[in-house]
């Protein structure tokens, strides 16, 4: 019988570069809520958030982005919620909030892999 | 008979030497670095001649009863041509051993192939060494970098100290050191120091799959190694690029280590052939931005496109001028403007909502700046100015100017303490070098001549201190170079005037 396929490992956010963080950082995204949320959503979105991850509950350690799933701790709800509590910054936000989630991995831009034992090989070092 | 024959050729070249013409001292200033160079090869080339002659006549002196045999010679010769020559002992012995303190020592004495750099030679040959060991050894480290501060440095030296870099993990240090060999003067630069330079850049660039970055440098060098070209044929074929199998089986065959590099081999020759492009470059540029929908939302995914390209291919120019453009239609959209005002009066902001969509904008100038860039040298080619665009190119302008000062702060600063150390100083200049190159690549000529009179004064301030506290005229020579080339650029003549003399005046 075959094997069942290994999950996939999450990325967290920092690990994107700074243009993707402004999709894959995106408070609304984080907090799983959407542009016309009120205030007191906001409040109940990020204490539920927190409860969850800290019993662990599944799928509370991941949100869907724009670049498919990434890795969500308390920390990063806490800077959403902190984002979206100055108005004017979550303005901006709801703008970029518009571009649809994916809720499957998006596999990166074909580009020619590395040749990660080029320097061993070409005799540049042996560690 | 061999060994009388040996002996006459060696008394027949002593005698060619002899009435050989001298160089005029009109043409070679008898103290330079060439006449110098030219001055310990003729050092070593007469000692292997007298090592020959010695051998042949030992051989005679020995066995010559016994008929002459030919193998007393060829064992003397094999015994004595390390002692002429170590090179060969450093490079197929110590180097490998890691023996990276031997190793300095017997390459100090090698002569060829570091008769024009033969302190940083000697050091260059003790960091190859060490590069071989199985752990960095910082105290060994140091070691080296004193040796190099016995004498002028030269090409062979930088080298080193890149080496020493990369060893210690300071990969960026190292590749902004080995990337300014161009102006070091090929009188005080080994070829082999230059193709080591090459090779470990190839190879660092390979390890990061940064294909088109090695492809640039291995084009841009007129004489690459064999493994360079097998390499650089590697890489224009990952990037889609029409290579013969048959020409990459042939340039594997020839390069060195094929056991070793028999993957990349067979990675490339499995990479997929190059698919036809549905859309060229220019009439990607040329097609609408907007295409009939909300235009918010169509600059947000050409932006996520954008964000998505991988790091290590330069960004298309014609995908940065159609984001720009698209932005530039969805700032101007009213729809946008009445949507943010009337957010701003729901939520009782106190800002305006002007002023939302201009702090907004300029968020999205500096992304665009960053994918400039990012583009490299292809950012050249943009040519619009308007817009978004052109606040994406004042940030970058911005930044680069404080950049550049900052750097120049940092060079001061080094030339200016008490011990500061012409390695140093000089590790500090390509740092200042690499940011200027990368800051310029997408400016205008005028700021690109404002950024140039920023940083000016304070190289042709340290070049000069080079010269005349430091002696290290090479160093200077190849700072007032890059000063001449930028000048020439800008069309700074008196700049260029200036230069043009320091150049000419040579080491």
Request: with cysteine; aromatic share 6%; charged share 25%.
């Amino acid at each position: 019988m075959a094997k069942p396929p290994a999950p996939l490992e999450i990325p967290p956010p920092a690990a994107d570069s700074t243009l993707a963080q402004r999709f894959t950082l995106d408070p609304f995204h984080i907090l799983q809520l959407s542009p016309s949320a009120t205030a007191r959503e906001l409040d109940l979105a990020g204490a539920h958030l927190i409860a969850a991850l800290e019993r662990g509950t599944p799928g509370a350690g991941r949100y869907d982005t724009p670049f498919g799933p990434r890795a969500r701790d308390p920390d990063l709800v806490d800077f959403a919620a902190d984002e979206l509590a100055n108005h004017e910054r979550r303005i901006v936000h709801e703008i970029w909030a518009r571009l649809a989630v994916r809720t499957t991995p998006v596999a990166p831009l074909a580009a020619p892999p590395p040749w990660t034992g080029g320097e061993r090989a070409l005799g540049w070092r042996r560690r | 008979m061999t060994e009388t024959f040996v002996v006459l050729g060696c008394v027949a070249l002593c005698l060619g030497v002899g009435v050989s013409p001298l160089p005029s001292i009109t043409t070679l200033a008898p103290t330079g670095p060439r006449a110098r160079g030219i001055r310990r090869a003729e050092q070593q080339f007469a000692a292997a001649v007298l090592m020959l002659a010695t051998c042949a006549l030992m051989s005679l002196w020995l066995v010559g009863k016994q008929g002459e045999p030919w193998w007393p010679l060829a064992c003397l010769l094999l015994l004595a041509t390390p002692l002429v020559h170590p090179w060969l002992v450093v490079k197929w012995l110590l180097v490998p051993l890691g023996a990276v303190r031997l190793a300095t020592v017997v390459a100090r004495r090698a002569g060829h192939p570091w008769f024009r750099d033969p302190v940083g030679g000697s050091v260059l040959s003790g960091a190859l060494a060490s590069l071989r060991r199985r752990r960095h050894d910082p105290e060994t480290a140091r070691w080296l970098r004193a040796r190099l501060a016995e004498d002028q440095l030269g090409g062979a030296g930088i080298v080193a100290l890149g080496l020493i870099a990369a060893d210690s993990g300071d990969r960026d240090t190292a590749t902004k050191l080995l990337g300014t060999l161009d102006e070091i003067e090929p009188d005080i630069c080994p070829d082999i120091a230059r193709m080591i330079a090459l090779d470990w850049l190839v190879a660092d660039a390979a390890r990061r799959g940064a294909w088109h970055e090695l492809v640039d440098r291995v084009s841009d060098d007129p004489f690459p190694t064999p493994t360079t070209r097998f390499v650089g044929m590697c890489a224009r074929r990952m990037l889609a690029e029409e290579i013969p199998r048959r020409s990459l089986v042939w340039a594997w065959l020839c390069a060195p280590r094929r056991v070793a590099t028999a993957g990349l081999l067979l990675a490339c020759l499995r990479a997929p052939r190059p698919i036809a492009r549905v859309l060229e470059d220019d009439e990607l540029g040329a097609l609408p931005a907007n295409e009939g929908r909300d235009p918010v939302t169509r600059a947000m995914a050409l932006h996520a496109e954008a964000a998505a390209w991988p790091v290590t291919v330069p960004v298309p120019a014609p995908m940065i001028e159609r984001l720009a453009l698209a932005w530039d239609l969805a700032f101007n959209d009213f729809g946008l403007r009445a949507e943010v005002r009337e957010r701003v009066d729901a939520l009782a902001v106190k800002a305006p909502g002007e002023l939302v969509v201009a702090r907004m904008q300029r968020a999205v100038a500096r992304d665009i700046a960053l994918l400039l860039c990012l583009a490299g040298r292809d950012s050249e080619r943009i040519s619009a100015s308007v817009g978004v665009l052109r606040r994406a190119r004042e940030l970058q302008f911005d930044d680069a100017s404080a950049q550049i000062l900052a750097a120049c702060s940092t060079l001061a600063k080094r030339r200016r303490s008490d011990a500061a150390a012409a390695i140093d100083v000089w590790t500090e200049w390509v740092t200042l070098r690499r940011s200027y190159v990368d800051a310029v690549l997408p400016l205008s000529l005028s700021e690109r001549a404002t950024l140039y009179e920023m940083f000016e004064e304070e190289v042709r301030t340290t070049a000069a201190w080079l010269w005349n506290a430091r002696r290290e005229r090479g160093l200077a020579h190849a700072m007032c170079l890059f000063l001449l080339a930028e000048a020439e650029r800008v069309h700074d003549r008196d700049a260029a005037a200036y230069y043009r003399h320091n150049v000419v005046v040579g080491l």
